[in-house]
Each structure stands twice: as C-alpha cells, then as structure tokens.
C-alpha cells in the first residue's frame, strides 16, 4: 500500500524543547513538502525538498529545519525558537520537484502539535 | 506579491449547485489546483488543470487568473475545507489559498 505517514497524528510538547516530526513515504516520489495550517491561515508552506540532500526554504521557515538524507523522509524539527509552534502540520510529496505544475501534491494525515 | 485568494465560507442547501470562486496574483501561474480538506485528514486533489475540467460531481472553470470550482448536487457529506492552489512556473512552489469552508443548509 503506497502512500504518505505521518506519526504521531498528535504530539505534546513542553515550551522551550525541540521536537521532530515524521514524514514518510513509499511513493517513490522525488520531492517533498511541509505545511502549517492556522486557522483562517490556510496552507503555508514551511519547507520543501526537490531531491535527496537538498532542501529550500518556505514562506515560514523560521524556527523551522529539515533534512533529507533519505528519498523517503523528511524530518521537521520544530525549534525552541518558533514563536507559535502550536499548529496542524501536514506533510506531502509529489513525483518530481520540477514541472510542478502538473505534479499533484499527496498529502499525509497530518500532526497537530500543542505546546504547552 | 504573489498570493491566491477564495472566500472563506460559502453556504449551500443540499442538492443545489455550489460554486467557490479563486483568483489570484501570482506571477508565472500555470495551473490551478483544487483540493478537499477534511480538517484532521490528508487534503485530496479534486480537480486540477489549465482549462476547463471535471471530475465526477466537480467541474473546474478555467481562467488566466481565476477559476471555480463546482460542486453538482452538493450533498451534507461534501461540508469541508476546499483549498483553491496555484502552481508557479518560476520557483515550482505551489501557493495555496486560506480555503473555503462549505457549510451545507438543513
């Protein structure tokens, strides 16, 4: 069965402490993304990887990093330095980085991480 | 500044035709993306494409700047979060909008 994880679907997490977020998948798919979603926010993209070992910055990284030593996962870390970190955060992958324009986007589940 | 934009709320009654409206300023766009949300679930493209479009019971229109998407015979299970979303050539982002929720009339 092919498709996007996301674990755990809810996290806790004390003020102050770094914590990580799972993404991954078996689609085989080149690219992978990072959203937060506030409410009346919408969707904003935190960061994104076209391809194993690199990764660019999104509209709100900051307080943000990931990783992708693997074509599989993408790891966000939520910093002690992100100011609002509670949120619902979605994963998702597309086949390629390039010609996005026709790549749907397939979404994980999702964590919603409070801090409390 | 590159940005898309949809109301954030639309009401339907059941079995009508519900129309959510996007357009947008975003620079190089090529394609628009429409996706269903149900909040703690994954979202699910709907319907995506540079002309006009249909899936089932969704029909994407297609304009440089703008698009809708119509839900036919809205039904009480179609209440959820439709995410309108635009493609941009030059940085192969994918720019969302805020959503719309879609409230369906007893």
């Known amino acids: 069965d092919g498709g996007i994880t996301q674990s755990p679907k809810y996290l806790f997490r004390k003020e102050g402490q770094n914590v990580t977020l799972s993404c991954e998948q078996n689609?085989?798919?080149?690219?992978m993304y990072w959203y937060r979603q506030d409410p009346g926010q919408g969707l904003r993209l935190i960061y994104y990887?076209?391809?194993?070992?690199?990764?660019q910055k999104g509209d709100i990284a900051e307080g943000y990093s990931v990783s992708r030593e693997k074509k599989e996962s993408f790891p966000l870390t939520v910093t002690s330095a992100q100011k609002n970190p509670t949120a619902f955060y979605l994963c998702?992958?597309?086949?390629?980085?390039?010609?996005?324009?026709?790549?749907?986007?397939?979404f994980g589940p999702g964590t919603r991480l409070t801090v409390l | 500044k590159d940005q898309v934009f949809q109301p954030s709320t639309v009401a339907s009654s059941e079995g009508a035709v519900v129309e959510i409206f996007c357009n947008h300023s975003v620079s190089n766009a090529y394609n628009f993306f429409w996706y269903l949300h149900f909040p703690g679930c994954a979202p699910r493209l709907l319907v995506k494409g540079s002309k006009p479009s249909q899936q089932g019971r969704y029909n994407m229109t297609y304009e440089r700047f703008s698009s809708s998407l119509l839900i036919l015979q809205v039904r009480e299970a179609d209440a959820a979060v439709y995410y309108c979303?635009?493609?941009?050539?030059?940085?192969?982002?994918?720019?969302f909008g805020k959503g719309t929720r879609l409230h369906i009339l007893p």
């Open positions: 689609l085989n798919h080149d690219a």
């Open positions: 990887s076209q391809i194993v070992n690199d990764f």
């Open positions: 998702a992958s597309s086949i390629s980085g390039q010609s996005v324009s026709y790549n749907e986007q397939f």
């Open positions: 979303a635009v493609c941009q050539n030059r940085d192969d982002k994918i720019i």
